[in-house]
């Protein structure tokens, strides 16, 4: 049998790209499972918040009150413009949430830029290279992944919910809960509006995200199949990935700067009352 009837179908490659390498070893169907567990996204998004904290550890190290490098501007940069956005934002102390939203600035960039790998990195050239399965499910952009982008999201509640409860105090929370925006006769829908509006914020911070970036490696698997369907081959590949690619770069920071700029909001919001 040829390599070409071994080949994969334009359906079955990219079903194969999107999978997850999991503990079950097969693809989750139900919207919701929480037995599954995404080994490559929990490793990917791990490896992404190491790379930041060394990033910015290695900036810290190397910060000079002298003409500053390359480096240490581009960290200077990115660093004054997330503190004057929460500055901006925020109206009150800002020395925790600052370096909350730096945290979720850069984590989220690299998480991002993970999609520019070759699609075919490990399925293709890695795997083969360390003996391992190329039917292997396992995909590298962790903010593709609705489990990850929630989890962060949800990360994101938790903290809203800390400081409303810290800021307001409980009782103050709680009042606030029950009586805004239609006043204490309208408990009831007061309750109702506020809990709707809590998961709405929580959901469209994951979901917005996860949206973009499943778009954006969608299309890097429908360019990758163009070098083997097309006429135009690998050079056609090339030329249409590069130009994805150089527009994504656009995609992959906006998307960071915007969910760090929810983030700032939803802190914000939790220092006000209504």
Not at 129 to 148: C, E, F, K, M
Request: proline fraction near 4%; include cysteine.
């Amino acid at each position: 049998m040829s390599a070409s009837e071994n080949a994969p179908t334009p359906s079955e490659y990219i079903s194969h790209h999107l999978g997850h390498l999991n503990n079950a070893n097969q693809q989750q169907t139900a919207l919701v499972d929480m037995s599954y567990i995404n080994y490559d996204t929990i490793i990917w998004s791990v490896f992404c918040g190491l790379t930041a904290i060394i990033l910015m550890y290695m900036a810290s190290r190397k910060a000079t009150s002298g003409v500053p490098g390359r480096f240490q501007c581009a960290i200077e940069m990115i660093v004054e413009m997330v503190n004057d956005q929460a500055k901006s934002i925020v109206h009150g102390n800002v020395s925790f949430i600052a370096p909350m939203a730096l945290t979720v600035f850069m984590w989220v960039s690299l998480m991002n830029a993970m999609d520019f790998l070759p699609v075919d990195l490990f399925s293709v050239w890695l795997f083969p290279a360390l003996g391992i399965d190329t039917h292997t499910y396992h995909r590298v952009v962790p903010t593709a992944d609705l489990n990850g982008t929630l989890g962060i999201s949800v990360g994101v509640f938790a903290l809203m919910m800390f400081y409303s409860v810290k800021i307001k105090g409980a009782g103050g929370f709680i009042k606030e809960l029950c009586t805004a925006p239609f006043g204490p006769m309208m408990l009831p829908f007061n309750i109702a509006l506020n809990l709707v509006e809590y998961a709405a914020k929580t959901f469209s911070l994951g979901m917005r995200l996860f949206g973009n970036m499943f778009a954006g490696e969608l299309l890097f698997l429908l360019i990758a199949l163009l070098g083997a369907y097309s006429h135009f081959g690998g050079v056609g590949q090339i030329i249409a990935g590069s130009i994805w690619a150089i527009f994504h770069i656009l995609i992959v920071f906006l998307q960071a700067f915007i969910f760090m700029m929810l983030t700032l909001v939803y802190m914000g919001q939790a220092h006000e009352a209504h």
